[in-house]
């Protein structure tokens, strides 16, 4: 339902199946564990250590009070012990927190159970949460909390704050975080109240249900994908028609950072003869992606004869730059400046999540992992300049292609204006990598998940200059 999801044709989605994607947290498991301190007890001074010295209640708590209490916590120090995060093991959606600091990761555990992950920027396990079943999740634009279905959840506590009285999980925040959108009843969008989770207000969506719901990153629009094709933006202020583009059946729809522009994914069928149609499709059918202007309602871009069919689309968010991303792990890059493709890619198979870093230095891929073989289309396409896995088969940081540009781009981006000192200067990268990585690691202007970005990028240059 929400921004990513493929259409079904002509096919209204049922507000049961809507609704069932809300979750309820049943706990919370984390690595770092409280242990509760005590007090040794002894009060006798210097010499007073014979046994006939102990007074009948210091032996009682002697003998027979300590023993207890130390059974009790060494058990509850194994019952900690034990308690261990279940395994990632498929990957449906990942969710970069704005400020970089943390990732969020849905999927499931090897007993088949949703969950949903959260990692630090290094891409360590801090906690994870269990779920009943499917559900979206959203960060809030100060990254302070996040959705889960219809719960509103504190990152650093882990805890519900709030739950929405809607009718679906959330769908997304406006831009100050003060509301958050999802379905009031079965014709109607809500605005909801962050804080108390009450309704503030409805947003028709006129008689058709829609396939897809898109929120512009602005919050003054939304993309609605009808049973019929056609793609609406309405604004959310007043729910009036901004424009209808000639957009039937788009997949993996998605804003540009400015909210100006469409990116999504097709499939046509075309006739006999056409070029570079799909290799494994029963009949001649061409896969491309195209960019729209909502405000002319004119198409800008249109990257087609794609060798396989792309299921999510993502905007680089510090450069010119868009990627989309096939489910066998076809990865295409364009120049938004050029229109040219820049790069092909292949990475894991059965991709289901692809998603930017805020600062534009690495991808995050999420896979499904399946016990089935893939299908590639046979293309040449090169392997990332630097990949790494952080779950093998399931979840995978890459760089599709490394450059001093990209350090010079991500460093820009991660520097407070009108800082000059303790910035690391990039041309030591090219001299000296490891001075830039310690430069990096002592400066205090970056933040964690700014680190992250830069020292994973130098980390690709050393092994470039070791191989």
Not at 412 to 420: F, Q, S, V
């Amino acid at each position: 339902m929400w921004t990513d999801a493929t259409p079904q044709t002509k096919k209204r989605e049922p507000m049961s199946s809507i609704t069932s994607r809300s979750d309820t947290i049943g706990s919370v498991m984390a690595y770092k564990w409280r242990y509760a301190g005590g007090k040794t007890f002894w009060p006798l001074n210097a010499g007073q250590f014979k046994e006939k010295t102990m007074t009948r209640k210091q032996k009682i708590f002697r003998y027979i009070c300590l023993p207890i209490i130390l059974i009790v916590l060494l058990s509850l120090v194994n019952a900690a012990s034990s308690q261990v995060v279940d395994p990632l093991v498929s990957v449906s959606e990942v969710q970069w927190q704005p400020q970089g600091e943390f990732i969020l990761v849905s999927g499931r555990t090897a007993d088949n159970d949703y969950a949903l992950w959260l990692y630090d920027a290094e891409m360590q396990v801090i906690a994870m949460l269990p779920a009943e079943n499917a559900f979206s999740i959203n960060w809030s634009p100060d990254g302070t909390r996040f959705a889960m279905g219809r719960n509103i959840i504190d990152v650093q506590t882990l805890e519900t704050i709030v739950t929405v009285n809607a009718e679906s999980g959330i769908g997304g925040w406006n831009t100050d975080g003060s509301q958050v959108l999802a379905w009031a009843d079965d014709n109607q969008l809500g605005l909801f109240d962050a804080t108390t989770g009450n309704i503030i207000r409805t947003i028709s969506v006129g008689d058709e249900f829609p396939d897809v719901i898109s929120w512009s990153p602005n919050s003054a629009y939304l993309a609605l994908v009808l049973p019929t094709g056609v793609t609406r933006i309405i604004g959310t202020e007043n729910g009036q028609l901004i424009a209808e583009l000639p957009i039937e059946y788009p997949i993996g729809l998605r804003w540009s950072p400015d909210s100006t522009q469409i990116a999504a994914g097709f499939i046509e069928l075309v006739d006999e003869g056409i070029p570079n149609t799909l290799p494994f499709a029963a009949e001649p059918t061409l896969a491309s992606i195209k960019v729209w202007d909502i405000v002319t309602s004119t198409q800008i871009h249109n990257f087609s004869g794609l060798p396989e069919v792309p299921i999510r689309i993502r905007w680089n968010p510090q450069w010119p730059e868009l990627v989309g991303a096939s489910a066998d792990g076809l990865i295409y890059i364009w120049s938004l400046q050029s229109g040219q493709q820049t790069n092909l890619v292949r990475t894991t198979s059965h991709l289901r999540s692809i998603e930017y870093s805020p600062f534009g230095g690495r991808l995050i891929i999420g896979s499904a992992n399946l016990d089935t073989p893939s299908f590639p289309a046979p293309v040449s396409a090169v392997r990332p300049d630097w990949s790494r896995d952080v779950v093998s088969n399931a979840l995978q940081i890459v760089i599709p292609q490394l450059s001093i540009e990209l350090l010079e781009s991500v460093q820009t981006a991660c520097t407070p204006p009108n800082i000059i000192d303790d910035v690391p200067d990039t041309r030591d990268a090219l001299q000296s990598i490891e001075d830039y990585i310690q430069s990096v690691e002592q400066s205090n202007v970056f933040s964690d998940g700014c680190k992250a970005d830069l020292l994973e990028i130098a980390e690709a240059f050393r092994t470039q200059e070791q191989e």
